[in-house]
Nanobody
Framework: QVQLVESGGGLVQAGGSLRLSCAAS????????MGWYRQAPGKQRELVAF???????NYADSVKGRFTISRDNAKNTVYLQMNSLKPEDTAVYYC??????????????WGQGTQVTVSS
């Protein structure tokens, strides 16, 4: 079993910054893609950014140039640095990870979500 624990959400004024972290623990052999989704009230969950094991990244157009995703493979942790935050970035942010366990089976896991609120 694998757990993803997120931290770093909170309330910030427009133009401010936050850094989200998501640490994975448990039966982990390796981790493939890791990333962040978000869901605003009344909206569908959307992809924010992901990073594969080799380091390549992809971002939603709405966050390009403002958000940076990174990972520390030794710590099984993924980060999301969010700069120049806007009120429309307000949402619950969820991390996910593609985890390969000791039996070489791959599973997708989700964090519990962390609230990010940007005030205008």
């Amino acid at each position: 079993q694998v757990q993803l624990v997120e931290s770093g959400g909170g309330l910030v004024q427009a133009g401010g910054s936050l850094r989200l972290s998501c640490a994975a623990s448990g039966s982990i052999f390796s981790m493939n893609a890791m990333g962040w989704y978000r869901q605003a009230p009344g909206k569908q969950r959307e992809l924010v950014a992901f990073i594969i094991s080799g380091g390549s990244t992809n971002y939603a157009d709405s966050v390009k140039g403002r958000f940076t995703i990174s990972r520390d493979n030794a710590k099984n942790t993924v980060y999301l640095q969010m700069n120049s935050l806007k009120p429309e970035d307000t949402a619950v942010y969820y991390c996910y990870a593609e985890v390969v366990d000791g039996k070489r089976h791959e599973y997708n896991y989700w964090g519990q979500g962390t609230q990010v609120t940007v005030s205008s």
